[in-house]
């Protein structure tokens, strides 16, 4: 049982914040098979030009109804970057887009990816699936590198007040076998259901969106110009009251949530034990094909189709 107490409005910028980068299993859309542009070499895109562009500027919404949320995500492709980086003995390549934060998993390799919250209703389940833009794909000098694995050192010498020292941060860059070692792209899904939780009132998803793919046996990456992300909305939503919300509550929620009219009707006072009841997992569906089950192992992507 939640208490609905007055959250700071720091904690609750916090939460919002955690939705849109915390990991967690959700439904998730696979990659399709598509035809895509070859691009020769780093120097065969086009050099960026111009402010960095905010990943939440490319963002737009096209529809919110009770059985729904349709998105659109427009990729700054031409202003994708490859900087070379240098682990020991190792050799990789760092993908960036400007604004755009990366891939987590420690050890698997870093990627852009876009994360947006979404206002949704109780008691429903939720499934994603994308229709992607043009495609194109970059051969890599060397490896993407990989996200940087976090641990601690242990200093067993005593610290300046002859107390023994607490141990000390550390990183180091230690690719997943499962990931390099395998056959598959990397994510190898275009969206997915990160997060689902309460805010207040309001049951809020948090949408990851990977419009660049890595193959590791070929190094090469796949980059899509856009995405259209459909949140579909299943089950019967649950019926409740919402009490009125605090001015500064509301001025954040309107800022972050991408639905946020439509999703003042979705409020309830009573917090549920588990915001939809079903659970986010389960069928992915792809845009012109039948719906299937996936099972991918925990931590690791399914396997899907290379592009062509």
């Known amino acids: 049982m939640v208490r609905r107490g007055k959250l700071p409005l720091s904690v609750l910028l916090v939460v919002l914040v955690s939705l849109a980068l915390l990991p967690a299993a959700g439904a998730s859309a696979a990659l399709p098979q598509v035809a895509v542009a070859p691009v020769r070499s780093a120097a065969g895109l086009p050099a960026p030009q111009g402010p960095a562009l905010e990943a939440a500027d490319g963002v737009r919404l096209l529809s919110s109804t009770g059985k729904g949320v349709t ?8 202003r994708l970057s490859v900087e070379p980086v240098t682990a020991g003995e190792r050799s990789y390549a760092r993908v960036i887009l400007p604004g755009w934060s990366t891939t987590a998993e420690a050890g698997a390799p870093a990627l852009p990816r876009l994360a947006q919250a979404i206002g949704v209703p109780f008691g ?25 694995t976090q641990g601690a050192e242990a200093i067993w010498t005593p610290g300046e007040d002859g107390k023994p020292a607490l141990p000390q941060p550390s990183t180091r860059l230690e690719e997943d076998g499962a990931v390099y070692g395998g056959g598959a792209p990397y994510p190898g899904v275009l969206a997915k259901v990160v997060t689902d939780g309460v805010v207040r009132q309001q049951r809020v998803a948090g949408i990851a969106t990977y419009p660049v793919q890595y193959d590791p046996q070929t190094r090469q990456i796949t980059i899509y110009e856009s995405l259209r992300v459909e949140v579909r909305f299943e089950g019967a939503a649950s019926v409740g009251q919402a009490a009125a919300e605090s001015a500064a509550y509301e001025a954040v929620l309107q800022q972050q949530l991408l639905n946020y009219e439509a999703a003042r009707a979705w409020r309830q006072q009573a917090v549920l034990p588990s915001p939809s009841g079903r659970g986010v997992g ?27």
Not at 71 to 78: G, Q, R
Not at 125 to 141: D, F, K, M, S, Y
Not at 282 to 308: L, N, T
Request: contains cysteine.
């Open 282 to 308: 389960g069928e992915v569906q792809k845009r012109g094909c039948p719906q299937s089950r996936q099972s991918p192992r925990p931590g690791h992507a399914p396997v899907v189709p290379r592009p062509r």
């Open 124 to 148: 429903v389940a939720l499934r994603v699936r994308v229709e992607p833009g043009p495609a194109h794909t970059l051969a890599l000098a060397a490896a993407a590198v990989p996200v940087a």
């Open 71 to 78: 998105f659109e995500v427009t990729v700054p492709w031409e």
